[in-house]
């Protein structure tokens, strides 16, 4: 089992940053592939950025390409979501998955936090 826990999330306006967390423990040497996703209300959850423990590849979706980073700390088993520019349509519920597959579905991930709220206002 792997446990993930976001954190970092929060009421930010319109243009600003803000920079999630994601803490995974457990048996997290299962899991090559860490991903962002999000969920506003009445939405399906959307992909956002993956990584991985080995190497360090990354994948991001369209829609956050050049303003969304993510990065990861090996040594703190961490994974982090850098959102900068920030709009109020990417309020939303944020998550971080854990996963034997990973790429740009959530059915490639396995372990899933519980979310952090991300409000922007304009």
């Known amino acids: 089992q792997v446990q993930v826990v976001e954190s970092g999330g929060g009421l930010v306006q319109a243009g600003g940053s803000l920079r999630l967390s994601c803490a995974a423990s457990g048996r997290t040497f299962s899991t090559d592939f860490m991903g962002w996703f999000r969920q506003a209300p009445g939405k399906e959850r959307e992909f956002l950025a993956a990584?991985?423990?080995?190497?360090?590849?990354?994948l991001y979706a369209d829609s956050v390409k050049g303003r969304f980073t993510i990065s990861k700390d090996n040594a703190k088993n961490t994974v982090y979501l850098q959102m900068n520019s920030l709009k109020p349509r990417d309020t939303a519920v944020y998550y971080c998955a854990a996963g034997f597959r990973g790429g740009g579905t959530a059915d490639g991930y396995n372990y899933w936090g519980q979310g952090t709220q991300v409000t922007v206002s304009s």
């Open positions: 990584i991985t423990w080995r190497g360090g590849r990354t």
